[in-house]
């Protein structure tokens, strides 16, 4: 099977949930997708509700796409609302904590991928001050919150992309970003990386080297294996803005010579 076959284009409304007390959660890519290097997920938490758990093994990378909470990792609590991420290192208990009137929801990456069945729930703390560290103090590795307005934009011709959690923040496998497409296409490229995006506003069109695969809309999600060639085409007047994450993490710049 060739790498172009493997690239996968799905709509997030058509991915089966899985409900739970708290909310519902969507695997946008996983291993059943073909994943290697990293996995995404859409977690929506409903009002006045938590979710809680732990997956040793996996780093990870969280963006609040609506609603504000907090996002509490091990003895660290992180007031969160649209626009911010969160890195949570390997292994470490968090919880999703909806405060807010309307549901919380998030998409997110982990890195390596997991076997979900793995990712083992976690009681969530509400006196911080009597949670353990689990280790990450020896380690060095702290979770972080990073605000998209608070992260300079890197151009990249006539497109941009803010850099929100990658190793300069303690994230070793993996580089999430958020990026603004403006009305047009791009020449075809492929990275040294795994890559999984979902598109946050606008429309376009995906293309894998020289064909039009499909449609883009908000809530549509893309993995790209590595040494795929491809772009995205913003086909409306308005930006496209899409949320990425890559792994093995680098930079979003980063290409493949054919």
């Given at each position: 099977?060739?790498?172009?076959?493997?690239?996968?284009?799905?709509?997030?409304?058509?991915?089966?949930?899985?409900?739970?007390?708290?909310?519902?959660?969507?695997?946008?890519?996983?291993?059943?997708?073909?994943?290697?290097?990293?996995?995404?997920?859409?977690?929506?938490?409903?009002?006045?509700?938590?979710?809680?758990?732990?997956?040793?093994?996996?780093?990870?990378?969280?963006?609040?796409?609506?609603?504000?909470?907090?996002?509490?990792?091990?003895?660290?609590?992180?007031?969160?609302?649209?626009?911010?991420?969160?890195?949570?290192?390997?292994?470490?208990?968090?919880?999703?904590?909806?405060?807010?009137?309307?549901?919380?929801?998030?998409?997110?990456?982990?890195?390596?991928?997991?076997?979900?069945?793995?990712?083992?729930?976690?009681?969530?703390?509400?006196?911080?001050?009597?949670?353990?560290?689990?280790?990450?103090?020896?380690?060095?590795?702290?979770?972080?919150?990073?605000?998209?307005?608070?992260?300079?934009?890197?151009?990249?011709?006539?497109?941009?992309?803010?850099?929100?959690?990658?190793?300069?923040?303690?994230?070793?496998?993996?580089?999430?970003?958020?990026?603004?497409?403006?009305?047009?296409?791009?020449?075809?490229?492929?990275?040294?990386?795994?890559?999984?995006?979902?598109?946050?506003?606008?429309?376009?069109?995906?293309?894998?080297?020289?064909?039009?695969v499909g449609?883009?809309?908000?809530?549509?999600?893309?993995?790209?294996?590595?040494?795929?060639?491809?772009?995205?085409?913003?086909?409306?007047?308005?930006?496209m803005k899409?949320l990425g994450?890559?792994?093995?993490?680098?930079?979003?710049?980063?290409?493949?010579?054919?």
């Open positions: 099977m060739s790498v172009q076959q493997r690239a996968r284009l799905r709509q997030q409304e058509e991915i089966t949930g899985r409900s739970f007390d708290a909310g519902t959660m969507q695997w946008l890519v996983d291993r059943n997708l073909g994943a290697e290097h990293v996995m995404a997920y859409r977690l929506t938490v409903n009002t006045d509700s938590t979710a809680s758990h732990a997956h040793p093994g996996a780093e990870e990378a969280l963006y609040v796409l609506q609603g504000t909470g907090e996002i509490r990792v091990e003895r660290s609590r992180h007031t969160v609302g649209p626009g911010q991420a969160v890195f949570v290192p390997d292994g470490a208990e968090h919880s999703y904590v909806n405060t807010g009137a309307q549901p919380l929801i998030i998409v997110g990456a982990m890195a390596p991928p997991v076997d979900p069945a793995g990712i083992r729930p976690a009681i969530a703390h509400r006196d911080l001050t009597q949670t353990a560290a689990t280790g990450i103090d020896e380690r060095g590795v702290r979770p972080t919150l990073m605000d998209e307005q608070r992260v300079a934009p890197t151009m990249m011709g006539e497109r941009s992309f803010r850099v929100l959690v990658n190793p300069d923040v303690g994230c070793r496998q993996m580089t999430q970003f958020t990026g603004v497409i403006p009305t047009g296409r791009a020449p075809l490229h492929a990275h040294p990386h795994e890559e999984a995006v979902y598109i946050l506003a606008g429309t376009g069109r995906l293309w894998i080297e020289d064909q039009p449609e883009l809309r908000p809530g549509s999600v893309v993995f790209f294996p590595i040494g795929v060639r491809h772009t995205l085409e913003n086909t409306g007047r308005e930006d899409v994450a890559f792994s093995p993490a680098g930079s979003p710049e980063a290409k493949l010579s054919r």
